[in-house]
Nanobody, 124 residues
Framework: QVQLVESGGGLVQAGGSLRLSCAAS????????MGWFRQAPGKEREFVAAIGWSRGSPYYADSVKGRFTISRDNAKNTVYLQMNSLKPEDTAVYYCVARLKNSDSVTATAWVYWGQGTQVTVSS
């Protein structure tokens, strides 16, 4: 059974940093794209970043470009999201995703596996 387990979320002041981790088990994802989404209260799930996508890697949403960095350690079957210069609008539940159904896009419906999410709260 495939599991994606996120960690590293928490409460941070604006301008601070957090590093999220997502450890995968049940299969190896070294040949697959992995990524991150987020969902704020009352909002739709939003793409954040992807790595290993054939159409661009790494690939970031405009809202996080220059502040967030996605990376992976294939030996550990783990993907990371380094988040710097955090803003209150980054507050959300952050979800790890793995394996694209096809290479056409990185929208939410394109991903096969999802983690349970980790809360990130940025105070002003």
């Amino acid at each position: 059974q495939v599991q994606l387990v996120e960690s590293g979320g928490g409460l941070v002041q604006a301008g601070g940093s957090l590093r999220l981790s997502c450890a995968a088990s049940g299969r190896t994802f070294s040949g697959d794209a992995m990524g991150w989404f987020r969902q704020a209260p009352g909002k739709e799930r939003e793409f954040v970043a992807a790595i290993g996508w054939s159409r661009g890697s790494p690939y970031y949403a405009d809202s996080v470009k220059g502040r967030f960095t996605i990376s992976r350690d294939n030996a550990k079957n783990t993907v990371y999201l380094q988040m710097n210069s955090l803003k209150p609008e980054d507050t959300a539940v952050y979800y790890c995703v793995a394996r694209l159904k096809n290479s056409d896009s990185v929208t939410a419906t394109a991903w096969v596996y999802w983690g349970q999410g980790t809360q990130v709260t940025v105070s002003s």
